[in-house]
T-cell receptor
Framework: DAGITQSPRYKITETGRQVTLMCHQT?????MFWYRQDLGHGLRLIYY???????DKGEVPDGYVVSRSKTENFPLTLESATRSQTSVYFC????????????FGQGTRLTVV | RKEVEQDPGPFNVPEGATVAFNCTYS??????FFWYRQDCRKEPKLLMS???SGNEDGRFTAQLNRASQYISLLIRDSKLSDSATYLC????????????FGTGTRLQVTL
């Protein structure tokens, strides 16, 4: 199916574990983003990528790692999960050559216990 | 100071009412502006772009005042289905397509 998909949709993990959230888009959009959404903070940018092999930090990158070996995939890894990383994570993509509209995945609800 | 600020609400209005949301942004070099809508526990989706000349889409009107760094969204004849959180979004120059979101304003339309 065309679009942007995230997996898993729900995840419970323990403090200290490594966990990877997956994001896949089928439009070949050049830009991809990871946001986290928490009550009182809205959507905050964690990392973004302008193209394959190009990534950059956003507002709240500490504790996260990203990679982008292929245009369509942009996984987000929590190296050692902490309770403060309990959040809803949204992946998004956009193509500035076409329009600046960002399309979001359905989100991953992560709970760190 | 946050880059994009909104009144969090909630705004509780009856069906048929007109409601206005405001947003301010701090980066004078910001390039493009948008309103996104987010339903409960769903992903944000683009509602409309905002242009300096103002633009309208049905019951929705968006305005931009660059001098005051202020964006607004007006919803006329509110419907129950308009209940959602409305996110003010700014695209910054120099970091193309890096969108910065406000915390959102929650709207609840009631019978």
């Amino acid at each position: 199916d065309a679009g942007i998909t995230q997996s898993p949709r729900y995840k419970i993990t323990e403090t200290g574990r490594q966990v990877t959230l997956m994001c896949h888009q089928t439009w070949s959009h050049s830009y991809m983003f990871w946001y986290r959404q928490d009550l009182g903070h809205g959507l905050r940018l964690i990392y973004y990528s302008a193209a394959a092999d190009i990534t950059d930090k956003g507002e709240v990158p500490d504790g996260y790692v990203v990679s982008r070996s292929k245009t369509e995939n942009f996984p987000l890894t929590l190296e050692s999960a902490t309770r403060s990383q309990t959040s809803v994570y949204f992946c998004a993509s956009s193509d500035p050559g076409d329009s600046t509209e960002a399309f979001f995945g359905q989100g991953t609800r992560l709970t760190v216990v | 100071r946050k880059e994009v600020e909104q009144d969090p609400g909630p705004f509780n209005v009856p069906e048929g009412a007109t409601v206005a949301f405001n947003c301010t942004y701090s980066n004078s070099a910001s390039q493009s502006f948008f309103w996104y809508r987010q339903d409960c526990r769903k992903e944000p989706k683009l509602l409309m772009s905002v242009y300096s000349s103002g633009n309208e889409d049905g019951r929705f009107t968006a305005q931009l005042n660059r001098a005051s760094q202020y964006i607004s969204l007006l919803i006329r004849d509110s419907k129950l289905s308009d209940s959602a959180t409305y996110l003010c979004v700014v695209l910054d120059t120099g970091t193309a397509s890096k969108l910065t979101f406000g915390t959102g304003t929650r709207l609840q339309v009631t019978l």
